[in-house]
């Protein structure tokens, strides 16, 4: 079963829509020209060294290429891989500890939408999840177990972390181990946990590149730490600044629809551990999980630039502590009916903007209509329904109730919802209308159009897109791809070259024009 579900929420239909954002094209890029080039120490960017990031992404994007070939399907498999790999661990973890909930707890991490989403982006945030939750997993097994095998596990997996973003995934796991030890006053954990064999493992895992890319690019300790590290978290260098609290609503949509469990579960825990503080030999799971729940949260809303995948490394811990509150708390009593409640509303209400996707996408509002509240009709009484299940079965109907709402809203959002998704952020269909209209020979440049769709038309075409804000525009003939309404600008920006019109894509707001030669 836990195979069936991982391989629908996170395999299937993967290249349903084209790469969106910035991010995805550009990293799906960098990994392609590094193939091309024979190169697994230099990431590059339109043949220019691409520092921004270390390279587990850029790697297992290399290996997909080679295997499956270029494509969007390639791009995303590195973190459909990883948050499988992810979900695995949980599940071989709660065997060890928690035997009784190990299949709930495994289906509770595959289902968060956090976990779904972003183990479907071609990016590097669902690496350093998948590493940094491994390695915690690893740590706190060795902490009960003393067995040295798990400690070398939490070695190698924080080195890959610190290959998936960097430094960040070292520093977050010290963090939580210092906490946790400060908070059972114990300092022998500290210095149990610096082993040297370990040390040695994560130096040879983790050292090598930086050392090699730091050989060959004199630049990378300026750009990469200082300017995409410390400038990145000390300033809002990229126009990310969100308010201080910006990560509490992102976590508990990142749950979802787990928020109520997940909520509650944070408060028994806090609780418990406020009740047995003075117990200091009685650490726990629970408590473990709430540091490392919290301190990801708490450190990068300190931040001064923010952004969702941010704090995907702590979410684990909040799917791992609705499974020790499940344990702990309800096995043989009912359900909180406030719990009961919300849970069957976020569960069953996941239907409705899922199926309203390809509207809302297309016309930027909800569309509200008889359709409309039929359908809020039907997820009310089916809201109801498994609000009765949770009330009169408890912990053997949330499995049901949860999971099949989600694979329906999933599934709607893959068959109804890809193709507004695909038309309205991808540039993928923009590259494909532009091959329609003209061919794919010339060179292409931009003006005035979101970084989007300068870097998707980059990896789509797999050359260099020219930019004329930058002073870029090429000599011979090319297309030009602009924001709406520019055609008295771009005519005035080539005087003296035919500008001849060629069409539009409505749904991003672009225009199309070919320009003659100089």
């Not at 790999?85 to 495994?106: H, N, S, T, Y």
């Not at 080195?159 to 908070?183: D, N, Q, R, S, T």
């Not at 300026?222 to 990310?240: C, D, K, M, P």
């Not at 090429?474 to 070259?497: D, F, K, Y």
Request: hydrophobic share 55%; aromatic share 14%; charged share 15%.
């Amino acid at each position: 079963m836990l195979a069936a579900v991982c391989g629908f929420l996170f395999f299937f239909g993967l290249s349903y829509f084209g790469l969106i954002g910035a991010d995805e094209p550009r990293y799906a890029q960098v990994a392609r020209e590094m193939l091309a080039r024979h190169d697994w120490v230099t990431p590059v960017l339109g043949g220019v060294p691409w520092l921004e990031k270390p390279p587990l992404f850029y790697w297992q994007a290399m290996l997909a290429y080679a295997a499956f070939g270029v494509n969007d399907f390639a791009a995303r498999l590195p973190s459909a891989v990883d948050a499988t790999l992810m979900v695995i661990a949980i599940f071989v973890f709660l065997r060890k500890f928690r035997p009784e909930f190990q299949l709930d707890g495994a289906l509770i991490a595959a289902s968060g939408a956090a976990m779904i989403g972003f183990g479907r982006a071609a990016s590097t945030d669902m690496p350093l999840a998948a590493m940094f939750g491994i390695a915690m997993l690893a740590w706190y097994a060795w902490q009960e177990t003393s067995s040295k095998v798990w400690l070398a596990v939490f070695y190698i997996f924080t080195a890959l972390g610190v290959l998936a973003k960097g430094p960040v995934a070292l520093f977050l796991a010290g963090v939580v181990i210092g906490v946790y030890a400060l908070l059972r006053r114990d300092s022998r954990i500290i210095k149990r946990t610096l082993w040297l064999p370990g040390i040695l493992l994560f130096c040879c895992v983790a050292l090598p590149w930086y050392v090699l890319v730091q050989l060959r690019n004199p630049e990378f300790l300026r750009v990469f730490i200082l300017q995409h590290n410390l400038e990145r978290f000390g300033s809002n260098l990229y126009h990310h600044r969100e308010p201080f609290w910006f990560y509490i609503p992102i976590a508990l949509l990142g749950l979802l629809p787990w928020p109520a469990f997940a909520v509650d579960a944070v408060i028994v825990n806090v609780r418990r551990w406020w009740n047995e503080r003075r117990n200091v030999s009685d650490g726990g799971l629970g408590l473990f999980l709430l540091i490392w729940l919290v301190v990801p949260i708490l450190f990068f809303s300190f931040s001064q630039s923010k952004l969702p995948g941010y704090i995907l490394p702590a979410l684990p811990a909040g799917c791992l502590l609705i499974v020790e509150y499940l344990s702990r708390n309800v096995e043989g009593k009912p359900f909180k009916k406030s719990v009961i409640v919300f849970h069957s509303l976020l569960s069953v209400g996941l239907i409705v903007p899922a199926a309203l996707i390809s509207p809302i996408v297309l016309t930027h509002h909800f569309p509200w209509g008889r359709s409309t509240a039929l359908l809020f009709a039907i997820v009310g009484g089916l809201a109801g329904l498994c609000a009765l299940a949770l009330t009169k079965y408890g912990l053997r109907a949330l499995r049901f109730v949860t999971l099949v709402p989600l694979l329906i809203a999933v599934s709607a959002v893959l068959r109804l919802g890809a193709p507004a998704l695909d038309r309205s952020f991808s540039a993928r269909p923009v590259a494909r209308q532009l091959i329609e209209l003209q061919g794919e020979d010339l060179p292409v440049a931009v003006f005035k159009a979101r970084r989007e769709v300068e870097y998707g038309l980059q990896f789509y075409f797999n050359r260099d897109i020219f930019r004329y804000e930058l002073g870029q525009e090429p000599g011979g003939e090319h297309l030009l791809v602009a924001s709406q309404g520019l055609g008295e600008e771009i005519a005035s920006r080539n005087s003296g070259r035919k500008v001849r019109y060629l069409g539009s894509f409505s749904a991003q707001h672009l225009d199309f024009y070919w320009v003659s030669a100089k």
